[in-house]
Nanobody
């Protein structure tokens, strides 16, 4: 069973930065693509970024290009999301996911004040 535990969220001002972490268990971590998603209040969950198993290939949603960086440490079974130049519209619950698996963690709340 896949288990995902996110952390690192918080309250920051516009222009600030946060680094989110997601620790995965129950899978061979390095064999799996990992992704971050977010869900703003009263909105559907949306995809943020994806990283290949080896970490060499990354993809970003348009809103994250140039501001967000996804990375991973396969020795720690952890995927990260570095978020810079945060905007109020980045507010939401951020969760990681293993594409192809239905498991989700509890997410971590990110709140960006204006």
């Amino acid at each position: 069973q896949v288990q995902l535990v996110e952390s690192g969220g918080g309250l920051v001002q516009t222009g600030g930065s946060l680094r989110l972490s997601c620790v995965a268990s129950g899978i061979i971590f390095s064999d799996n693509v990992m992704a971050w998603y977010r869900q703003a209040p009263a909105k559907q969950r949306e995809w943020v970024a994806t990283i290949s198993g080896g970490g060499g290939v990354t993809y970003y949603a348009d809103f994250g290009q140039g501001r967000f960086t996804i990375s991973r440490d396969n020795a720690k079974n952890t995927v990260y999301l570095q978020m810079n130049s945060l905007k109020p519209e980045d507010t939401g619950v951020y969760s990681c996911n293993v594409p192809g698996f239905r498991s989700w963690g509890q997410g971590t709340q990110v709140t960006v004040s204006s």
